[in-house]
């Protein structure tokens, strides 16, 4: 008889739990496990090939982005409500110290200019040691007047690829041209694994030999993406049968002049990414190009 308070498994249960501990369950890249009737799954140590002679070559690259320095253009839709927020916050605020001091100002001279002014009412301050918020405000206006900002658009930096300086209100990646086989691809920095080091170690080895002066700061120990492909049926064999790419994500510390580049390089915008990658390996790109 059961316990109380415990239900017999059903024989069809029963044979489902046969029916997955004879069956395993696989899916590329991942070593093969069984259900049993256990709580926790246990690996086949025969089929353990991950590590030792896949056919897989791995590489890590590296999405390496230089954040807006400044502010983008606004739209009409963006104005207009840049606008309104504005007309709304200049409703309900108060009077800044600046403001009082002008209405204070427009007090003093109108008791000047009564009949009835009483110069001991001021205080006894002199009219030479006064400086009105009006003459503050046109010495302020002098000054902006001569102050010159810096241009946004730059049509000669702006055209020139390889400078990180370029298009300073948009989000900029680099691409460096690379032998894949008989054809030269741009593609994101990338470098083979070796053993004995992270995918992460593989990265920043694969950016340090685009060129020595790059400063960056890696997101994450984790990849944000992978690339598969295969290889020609002409090339391919049992022990290389294609390559993954694991993308890590970097963002450049410092914009000042790096060494020169071993490799040929460009920094893009996200509008430009179709005339450079393979529509394939643009799409696992554009997954985690941050647009801000």
């Keep these: 008889m059961a316990a109380p308070g415990r239900k017999k498994m059903s024989r069809s249960f029963v044979q489902l739990l046969c029916h997955f501990n004879r069956t395993a369950v696989s899916s590329e890249g991942c070593r093969h496990f069984?259900?049993?009737?256990?709580?926790?799954?246990?690996?086949?140590?025969?089929?353990?090939?991950?590590?030792?002679?896949s056919p897989w070559t791995l590489m890590a690259a590296v999405c390496l982005q230089r954040l807006p320095v400044i502010s983008a253009d606004c739209n009409p839709l963006e104005q207009r409500f840049k606008n309104l927020?504005?007309?709304?916050?200049?409703?309900?605020?108060?009077?800044?110290?600046?403001e009082l001091q002008l209405l204070e100002d427009a007090e003093r001279m109108r008791r000047k200019q009564a009949a009835d002014y009483d110069s001991d009412e001021e205080g006894g301050r002199d009219d030479q040691d006064i400086v009105l918020a009006q003459d503050l405000e046109d010495n302020w206006e002098q000054k902006l007047r001569s102050f010159q900002p810096a241009p946004r658009v730059r049509a000669d930096v702006d055209k020139d690829l390889t400078s990180v300086e370029r298009c300073l209100a948009e989000p900029l990646l680099l691409l460096t041209k690379q032998q894949v086989g008989d054809e030269k691809l741009w593609l994101l920095p990338q470098a083979p694994w070796q053993a004995g080091e992270t995918l992460r170690q593989t990265a920043e080895r694969a950016l340090t030999t685009v060129t020595a002066g790059f400063?960056?700061?890696?997101?994450?120990?984790?990849?944000?993406?992978?690339?598969?492909?295969?290889?020609?049926?002409?090339?391919?064999?049992?022990?290389?049968?294609?390559?993954?790419?694991?993308?890590?994500?970097a963002l450049l510390e410092d914009r000042s002049p790096a060494e020169a580049p071993s490799m040929p390089l460009v920094w893009v915008k996200r509008s430009e990414l179709q005339q450079y990658l393979k529509p394939n390996y643009k799409m696992k790109v554009d997954r985690f190009f941050l647009s801000l």
Aim: hydrophobic content about 35%; charged content about 20%; aromatic content about 10%.
């Design 34 to 53: 069984s259900i049993t009737s256990v709580s926790r799954a246990t690996p086949q140590p025969k089929d353990v090939t991950w590590r030792v002679g």
């Design 85 to 98: 927020m504005q007309q709304v916050e200049l409703e309900k605020s108060l009077l800044s110290d600046h």
């Design 215 to 249: 400063k960056a700061t890696f997101l994450s120990n984790a990849p944000c993406g992978v690339y598969k492909y295969k290889l020609p049926n002409a090339s391919r064999t049992e022990s290389s049968v294609g390559t993954k790419v694991f993308f890590f994500k």
